[in-house]
């Protein structure tokens, strides 16, 4: 069945950058998507790629997709304490209503 | 201002007393579903709606039930509550357009426990 893979924790400096990693085993995953989950909320949907996409921007989140490795990544630019939360990265065919998630990534950021 | 609701945001219960959480979104989404979240595991779906009276099973279904009379709420009942079942829930509505492109708005989630 489909995996989803994530590290656990990340930790970096106020102001660099982050990259968020996760690998995917199912070549058929059309849509991969990137949330965010703060503190005794939701999940808010940051952005996502087509699998007939290599990389996507908007504003500091850049997402960058290698098919071959079965790879996606997120990368935070300038990284703000705002920024601290757990990121989730979650996979869909095209024709399938259900998603499979990763088990998410704690980032902290410190000063 | 577009959201998902969630009633109640958290409940204690005991082995088999049936209950009902509710979920309500106000954008006219057709699709909405139902996710757990457990330590150390990503979501999960339980169950999903196309749209008004069409619901289908996600990847754990079991012990789970659903309705969509309005396409507003989309409820999530558990019968008969086992203590498998203590988990944080989250409702999710979404909306996708022509083109592939997608809004999805998550409710702030309801904690249970059943002892």
């Known amino acids: 069945g489909e995996d989803v893979e994530q590290s656990l924790f990340l930790s970096v400096r106020e102001g660099d950058s982050s990259v968020i990693n996760c690998t995917y085993t199912?070549?058929?995953?059309?849509?991969l998507y990137w949330y965010k989950q703060e503190p005794g909320a939701g999940l808010q949907l940051l952005t996502y790629?087509?699998?007939?996409?290599d990389m996507k921007q908007d504003q500091r989140l850049t997402v960058l997709l290698n098919k071959k490795d079965k790879h996606l990544s997120l990368r935070i630019a300038d990284t703000q304490t705002g920024d601290s939360a757990i990121y989730f990265c979650?996979?869909?065919?095209?024709?399938?209503?259900?998603?499979?998630f990763g088990r998410g990534t704690s980032l902290i950021v410190h000063p | 201002e577009a959201q998902v609701t969630q009633n109640p945001r958290y409940l204690i219960t005991v082995t088999g007393k049936k209950l009902t959480v509710t979920c309500s979104q106000n954008m006219n989404h057709e699709y909405m579903s139902w996710y757990r979240q457990d330590p150390g595991l990503g979501l999960r779906q339980i169950y999903y709606s196309m749209n008004v009276e069409v619901t289908d099973k996600g990847d754990v279904p079991e012990g789970y039930k659903v309705s969509r009379k309005e396409k507003r709420n989309f409820p999530l009942i558990l019968e008969s509550p086992s203590p498998n079942q203590t988990s944080l829930y989250f409702c999710?509505?979404?909306?996708?357009?022509?083109?592939?492109?997608?809004?999805?708005?998550f409710g702030p989630g309801t904690r249970l426990l059943v002892l």
């Open positions: 999710a509505s979404s909306l996708r357009g022509t083109g592939g492109q997608e809004t999805q708005y």
């Open positions: 979650a996979e869909r065919e095209g024709g399938s209503y259900i998603p499979t």
């Open positions: 199912d070549s058929s995953s059309t849509y």
């Open positions: 790629i087509f699998s007939n996409m």
